[in-house]
């Protein structure tokens, strides 16, 4: 896998060698100087020695594996926290063994994926024949590898956790024969304790994290850093087992570092906040990015006393005053998730606060669908790792709003205040209504500066929303939530085994906002299905846009097709197109993932998928998953659909492994639809009249079987031959049904309206003459989405009808997504009096302004590529690397 690996290019390599030592916890101990843009301090690893090496047995690689993963079904089935680890088990039956390595370096001879060796950590290019030598030689040392760019690392150093009073009752049970290894052996049995103490121990785990992180050192280690690494070996020390179990690395960031971002907030005050992809937090502390390394963390982070700062943790830390003008703040975490999923942001934020008491209490109460009977099955079952877990936790179960703070710049705080803080409980408790017990146990909210390249971004206790989504009413504002707030259960609790399938958090995100967003504003069944129509035709314009304009290759929603989830023998692997910029403005993983999950839905029915969807959250939670795991689960629930031809193979064929829009939809996609396609075979065929009548009275199914009865075909044979090509409709022609859907309709006459208005006025010339009255309805934003990208399809629509178009909706103060239309239109019709309006939105609304600038270089107007290079020339330096990129592209 490593062969292919070139850095300088799109692809991102993670090459931590997690299936030699994995990282248990991380405690951070930084400094943030704003005057030099650096964070200083130290981060101490507590590692385990990884699943390759964890007691190899003479019978097989797995052996191991499958003893721990037999013993978790047993413990997992007696239910109850057994005081015992599940790798204290696993290594109790087994012991540690130097020869396993050796052991290994056998079996990879004809491994093609080949292993690390020194050189190749140099090179960043693997080759897997002289890595194997070494291996079989065993005379090299171990090499731990870290995932790490952008930063000055000034130290390693071994931890002398068996200095620190208390640790040695984790000794207990050390069985210590060589004398010569005794110390560093006592050392490794103390972290294995430590880290693999029961969950009902969790303070006490903490407590001891921190003593230990402050232990002093007992010998420096060697290090090498390169371009995507930070190597550390002991010398003489030539297997995980033996190697230090827990380290200290003494280092700096640098101000250029892709992890985090040093700017401004909109009030005009300094912060700093991390980017998330595509590199993550290597540039903040170095680390292991595989999802596969699950850990937990714990920070302590001093900085000036006028900053505040916000962290993925749970607990809502208090500041600690320590010296004049100096306040530390501590977060932990006890839930082992991806390290790239730790986000920190420190700026002169405000807690935005109700300035009176709402009259009405903003918990609405709305009638769970998923009553506690619906887990009371699975009670026992949690599948991940040992930590407390919420949903194993009586009172966590029954909380529908988990407490929550919003923080935002201070010139923001009145606009939060307005929309964003009541929306938050509702959000809160239609997803909770939705999808059960919440994850985590409390939600930061943060206003990021306005050079956030996306609208929002969802960690653990933490979501980062763009200031984009406040402006023009709540729907924006509460989609957006519902998204993030979504990602809680999709992306974090059951994250992506292979990063290369965003599209499960992504699709299952995007899908279950609409379905959050509608409970949050208590709609009735028919709204909902009717916003939700015009949302998927919506969506569908954009994925058939992007489409036809974005490379094929990156429209794979699983790129690696069966090598999905595989990683080298060291546990690296590469992210294919992890760091193309333009892939972070593209949507097709939203999209299409939407689109798949959509059409299981109906083709399941909305309430048995959403109870399919708890039943995984219920299963998976806390745990990393592929595809299949959804999927096969979902096809196991309903075997009917089985046998209609609906299969894991048969998704990944039409969905998830090629390019470009599905191009069949599952049989029966829409019972509408069906109907009007057996009306239709009917009438070519030139059955009866009375047969055609009946179709359309009799709702969906019966009138397929009446006309299969009518055909004297078996019902299967006569939807294989028959029906085949039309009711295998492609999404495209599916589209032209949500055109039916009223709020659809509803746009298209006022399209109708304004078509005819602009007609009027270019024939009434120059002369204001006096208009008839047009009364234009009220629309909904989305609607108003809809209709503007409708006008923009049109030739020519005069100045004038713009200017009635922008007063009639008062466009000026829609939300975002209304406004970028609008602003397309300003540009495509090179409305001057618009240009206020498209400075304002490249200017304020960043995350969505990139393509913009596209069109404003692509009419070769003079005014307007003018002012596409002035307000580049003011944004560019505050603005994101990728960013700035694909925009330096459009103009130069
Ligand atoms: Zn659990």
């Known amino acids: ?248 690395i003494w280092y700096k960031t640098k101000p250029e570092g892709r992890s985090v971002t040093w700017t401004t907030d909109q009030s005009g005050r300094p912060c700093v906040y991390t980017m998330g992809s595509p590199i993550n937090n290597r540039a903040l502390f170095p680390c292991q990015e595989p999802p596969i390394a699950l850990s937990t963390w714990q920070a302590s982070v001093r900085t000036a006393a006028s900053f505040v700062v916000l962290m993925s943790g749970e607990n809502s830390a208090e500041p600690v005053q320590l010296q004049e003008g100096i306040k530390s703040w501590y977060y932990y975490v006890t839930m082992p998730m991806p390290a790239s999923t730790f986000t920190i942001a420190v700026g002169c934020w405000q807690e935005v606060k109700q300035s009176f008491t709402p009259a009405v209490q903003t918990n609405n109460e709305f009638s769970l669908p998923c009553s506690q009977a619906d887990f009371r099955g699975h009670e026992e079952s949690c599948g991940h790792v040992e930590y407390p877990c919420r949903f194993q936790n009586p009172a966590a179960r029954l909380q529908r709003v988990i407490p929550y703070r919003v923080f935002a710049p201070w010139c923001l705080m009145k606009c939060c205040e307005e929309h964003l803080l009541q929306l938050i409980p509702q959000c809160l408790s239609a997803a909770y209504a939705t999808l059960g017990t919440h994850p985590f146990s409390r939600l930061d909210v943060l206003i990021v500066p306005s050079n956030f390249s996306s609208l ?129 403005f593209m949507q097709v993983h939203y999209l299409k993932g939407y689109f798949l999950l959509r059409s299981l839905a109906r083709r399941i029915g909305g309430a048995s998928y959403l109870a399919s969807l708890r039943k995984f959250v219920y299963k998976f939670h806390g745990q990393l998953v592929l595809s299949q795991d959804f ?55 030139k059955l009866h009249s009375y047969c055609c009548k009946m179709l359309n009275w009799l709702p969906e199914m019966k009138g397929i079987l009446l006309l299969s009865i009518a055909l004297k075909m078996s019902l299967a044979s006569f939807l294989q031959s028959t ?82 178009l922008e007063k009639t909706y008062k466009l000026h103060d829609q939300d975002a997504e209304v406004r970028h239309r609008w602003c397309e239109l300003v540009v495509k019709h090179k409305y001057v009096p618009g240009y206020g309006d498209v400075e304002k939105f490249l200017r304020e609304d960043q995350a969505m302004g990139v393509y913009l600038y596209g069109e404003l270089m692509v009419n070769e107007d003079a005014k307007q590529q003018e002012l596409a290079y002035k307000c580049f020339a003011a944004a560019r330096e505050q603005m994101d690397m990728s960013s700035a990129k694909v925009v330096a592209e459009m103009l130069f």
């Open 631 to 685: 999927l096969s689960m979902l096809l196991e629930d309903i075997p009917e659909q089985r046998e209609s031809g609906l299969t894991v193979e048969s998704i990944f064929t039409n969905w998830l492994d090629t390019s470009g829009i599905p191009k069949v939809l599952f049989l029966i996609e829409n019972s509408i639809d069906c109907t009007t396609a057996a009306s239709s075979i009917a009438q070519k065929l």
């Open 723 to 804: 029906l085949k090509s039309q009711i295998r409709k492609p999404l495209l022609e599916e589209g032209e049904t949500w055109k039916e859907s009223r709020l659809v309709q509803q746009v298209s006459g006022e399209v109708t309206k304004w078509i005819r208005t602009n007609q009027r006025i270019r024939k009434s010339g120059k002369k204001k003459r006096r208009q008839d009255e047009v009364i234009f309805q009220k629309l909904l934003p989305d609607q108003l989405v809809l209709l503007l990208e409708y006008l923009l399809e049109e030739k020519t629509l005069c100045p004038r009808t713009l200017q009635c």
């Open 456 to 584: 929002g971004m969802a960690s653990p206790h933490i979501i980062f929303l763009s200031q984009s989504v406040l402006p023009g009413g709540s729907h924006l504002c509460g989609t957006r939530l519902c998204h993030e707030i979504a990602h809680a259960w999709f992306g974090l609790a059951i994250g992506a085994r292979d990063w290369t399938e965003e599209w499960i958090s992504e699709g299952f995100a995007t899908f279950l906002e609409d379905v959050f967003w509608a409970r949050a504003q208590q709609l009735s069944h028919d709204e909902e299905k009717a916003q939700q129509e015009l949302k998927a035709l919506l969506r569908w314009r954009r994925l058939r846009d992007e489409v036809q304009n974005s490379e094929e290759e990156l429209q794979v929603l699983r790129p690696n097709k069966e090598s999905t989830g595989e990683v080298s023998e060291s546990g690296a692997s590469i992210v294919k197109h992890g760091l193309k910029a333009e892939k972070i």
């Open 1 to 248: 896998m490593e062969t292919q690996l070139d850095p300088m290019k799109d692809d991102l390599p993670l090459m931590a060698n997690t299936n030699h030592m994995l990282v248990k916890h991380y405690v951070l101990d930084l400094d943030v100087d704003f005057k030099s843009q650096v964070i200083e301090g130290f981060v101490v690893l507590f590692l385990e020695t990884g699943s390759r090496y964890r007691g190899v047995s003479s019978t097989g690689e797995e052996g191991c594996q499958s003893q721990f993963d037999e013993t978790c079904k047993i413990r997992a089935s007696e239910q109850g926290h057994v005081p015992v680890s599940n790798a204290s088990v696993c290594s109790s039956k087994t012991e540690y063994n130097d020869f396993a390595v050796c052991g290994k370096g056998e079996k990879d001879t004809s491994d093609k994926n080949g292993n690390h060796s020194n050189e190749e950590q140099a090179s960043g290019i693997s080759s897997s024949k002289n890595c194997c030598d070494i291996e079989n030689h065993g005379n090299e040392d171990f090499l731990l590898v870290l995932d790490c760019c952008d930063l000055s690392v000034l130290k390693v150093e071994e931890v002398d956790v068996a200095a620190v009073s208390g640790t040695e009752k984790f000794t207990r049970s050390a069985k210590l024969t060589d004398v010569s290894k005794e110390l560093a052996n006592l050392r490794n049995q103390i972290v294995h304790e430590l880290v693999t103490l029961p969950s009902d121990r969790w303070k006490e785990q903490l407590y001891y994290y921190t003593c230990c992180s402050q232990a002093p050192g007992c010998g420096e280690l060697l290090f090498t850093t390169g371009t995507w690494s930070l190597e550390i070996r002991k010398s003489g020390i030539q297997t995980p087992t033996d190697f230090p179990h827990a380290l200290r």
